[in-house]
């Protein structure tokens, strides 16, 4: 029987304090070629186009994770 060390499960921003990868920042904001076309889809579904659903799985898959929750605002 071997000794293994057992950790602790790290939560919240501790799990993460050692990721390397660098989010976007906010500033400068440019519209990237798309936007208008999204824009357009959006509002020709009367609202209802699921770019929320689509911005999480892109986002999840650009950064090797299973899920990500995107909050609207």
């Not at 501790?14 to 660098?22: G, H, L, P, Q, T």
């Not at 999480?56 to 650009?62: L, N, P, S, V, Y």
């Amino acid at each position: 029987m071997e000794n293994k060390k057992i950790e602790n499960a790290k939560f919240g921003a501790e799990a993460f304090k050692d990721y390397k990868m660098k989010l976007p920042g906010l500033f400068p904001r440019i519209m990237g070629p798309n936007a208008m076309k999204y824009l357009q889809e959006v509002v020709e579904s009367g609202l209802t186009s699921n770019m929320m659903s689509r911005f999480e799985t892109a986002f999840a898959k650009e950064y090797g994770v299973k899920h990500c929750i995107a909050t609207p605002g």
